[in-house]
């Protein structure tokens, strides 16, 4: 049985989002959408989306990219490689970097899928996450490689590391399950 107290505290909530539901569409009169003035041009508009958004991308690859190089300079460091070990520290590094992307006119790609049928567009995405699956082993034979020629101490560290870099910092922390951002638990509730 619900005790009263959450029961008035849920009747509010379900009023409350009764009344705002209703009084959008009671304050919301169904009319058609201004008509465009004579001189206005939608076309040369359009355009400027897809651009700022390919741009956008762009920064976001390039900080990518640049955290990635942080990244790598980082466990390096922590690692103290010898001089021996720098031939399986490059074939490592080489095989963490993202594939070139493809260049070509911007949201030419998107365009292009959306004039698939179904069956092209299930076909299209099978050969990616193959192409991705490939990239993964690829990076998994590099580890492996890159790990055998580690010492133990040196194991270790990067045993630590990479448990960072996948997010197993516990759960709720950066990265875990709980997401980017620290979530502290619910206190334990009361009988």
Same mark, same amino acid.
Do not use: C
């Given at each position: @049985?619900?005790?009263? +107290? %959450?029961?008035?505290?849920?009747?509010?909530?379900? $009023?409350?989002?009764?009344?705002? !539901?209703?009084?959008?569409?009671?304050? /919301?009169?169904?009319? &058609?959408? =201004?008509?465009?003035?004579?001189?206005?041009?939608?076309?040369?508009?359009?355009? &400027?989306? =897809?651009? +700022?958004?390919?741009?956008?991308r762009a920064e976001r690859f390039e900080r990518m990219q640049a955290h990635r190089a942080q990244r790598l300079a980082a466990l390096k460091e922590k690692l103290k490689l010898t001089?021996?070990?720098?031939? $399986?520290?490059?074939?490592?590094?080489?095989?963490?970097?993202?594939?070139? *992307?493809?260049?070509?006119?911007?949201? &030419?790609?998107?365009?292009?899928?959306?004039?698939?049928?179904?069956?092209?567009?299930?076909? *299209? @995405?099978?050969? +990616?996450?193959?192409? *991705?699956?490939? @990239?993964?082993? %690829?990076?998994?034979?590099?580890? *492996? !490689?890159?790990?055998?020629?580690? !010492?133990?101490?040196?194991? %270790?560290?990067?045993?630590?590391?990479? @448990?960072? +870099?996948?997010?197993?910092?516990?759960?709720?922390?950066?990265?875990?399950?709980?997401?980017?951002?620290?979530?502290?638990? =619910?206190?334990? /509730? %009361?009988?």
């Open positions: @049985m619900i005790p009263s +107290r %959450k029961s008035l505290l849920w009747a509010g909530l379900l $009023a409350s989002a009764t009344f705002a !539901s209703s009084g959008a569409f009671a304050q /919301a009169p169904l009319t &058609a959408p =201004p008509a465009p003035a004579a001189n206005a041009q939608p076309a040369a508009q359009a355009p &400027a989306k =897809p651009q +700022r958004h390919e741009a956008n001089p021996a070990q720098e031939g $399986a520290w490059n074939s490592f590094s080489t095989a963490q970097q993202p594939p070139a *992307r493809p260049a070509g006119q911007p949201g &030419a790609d998107r365009a292009e899928f959306a004039k698939l049928t179904t069956p092209q567009r299930l076909d *299209r @995405m099978q050969a +990616r996450q193959a192409e *991705r699956s490939a @990239m993964f082993a %690829k990076r998994a034979v590099a580890t *492996r !490689s890159f790990y055998a020629a580690l !010492s133990p101490e040196q194991q %270790k560290t990067f045993d630590a590391e990479s @448990m960072q +870099r996948f997010g197993h910092r516990g759960a709720g922390g950066p990265g875990g399950p709980g997401g980017h951002h620290h979530h502290p638990a =619910p206190p334990p /509730a %009361k009988g």
